[in-house]
């Protein structure tokens, strides 16, 4: 297993298209996680999955926002009619926390940086 | 409320001397994991450390070390003999018990630059 993976990597749009973004978890981690960073910030939490329930969702995460995780496996993030303030890194995470060892340690992709034109 | 603070916005220090990154938190929860992640250039979150509210023992991992005191809610993070590799941004943050939470409380980072 090489880890969380996200694409795309970048992603430049103009204001008002949609866009969508994909995560592949570590595949015996049944938690999967959303988040946003902007510049100079820390990740701020949009929303979590468990299997394929999505359980949480951030006031962060407008009626624009929305995700699935139709199979309780890789999940997709879409972003509807962007804004310029949605431009950010959207990083994805996973955990196992029935896991004896690494237990509740999330596991982030490398990110996708959106930007919003 | 669950609240991560990091006073430290940059600190530069000079290869090989020692630095300590300062996190102090806030939570109402008796049960709860703290951890500290770096995030270097390339801007992948990696996981360094964690430590629950049960185990204030200190511990030292190689050139990591790090001080729980729940007396002051502060977690501080040090690094000895800091290298040019361990430039980066240092995130601490605070998580509910896995069964019965699932957010995960970030910090605003620490910028380190060690300077060659």
């Known amino acids: 297993d090489t880890g969380v993976s996200q694409n795309p990597r970048h992603k430049i749009t103009k204001r008002g298209q949609n866009v969508t973004f994909r995560c592949d978890p570590i595949s015996e981690h049944n938690r999967l996680y959303w988040y946003r960073q902007t510049l100079g910030q820390g990740p701020e939490f949009l929303t979590y999955?468990?299997?394929?329930?999505?359980?949480?969702k951030s006031r962060l995460l407008s009626d624009r926002f929305s995700a699935e995780r139709p199979k309780g496996s890789f999940s997709t993030l879409e972003i509807q009619r962007t804004e310029q303030g949605d431009s950010a890194m959207y990083l994805c995470?996973?955990?196992?926390?029935?896991?004896?060892?690494?237990?509740?340690?999330?596991?982030f992709g490398a990110g996708s940086r959106l930007t919003v034109l | 409320a669950q609240k991560v603070t990091q006073a430290q916005t940059e600190i530069s220090v000079v290869e090989k001397e020692d630095v300590t990154l300062d996190c102090v938190y806030e939570?109402?929860?008796?049960?709860?994991?703290l951890f500290w992640y770096k995030q270097p250039p390339s801007g992948e979150l990696v996981f360094l450390i964690r430590?629950?509210?049960?185990?204030?023992q200190n511990e030292i991992s190689g050139r990591y070390s790090w001080n729980f005191q729940k007396s002051t809610s502060s977690f501080n993070f040090t690094i000895t003999a800091s290298q040019v590799v361990d430039s980066a941004v240092y995130f601490c943050a605070l998580s509910e018990a896995p069964y019965t939470g699932n957010q995960f409380y970030f910090g605003t980072g620490t910028s380190l630059t060690v300077i060659p």
């Open positions: 995470a996973s955990s196992n926390p029935g896991a004896r060892s690494g237990a509740n340690v999330l596991t």
């Open positions: 999955f468990q299997n394929e329930a999505q359980l949480e």
């Open positions: 939570t109402r929860d008796t049960t709860y994991y």
């Open positions: 430590r629950n509210s049960f185990d204030e």
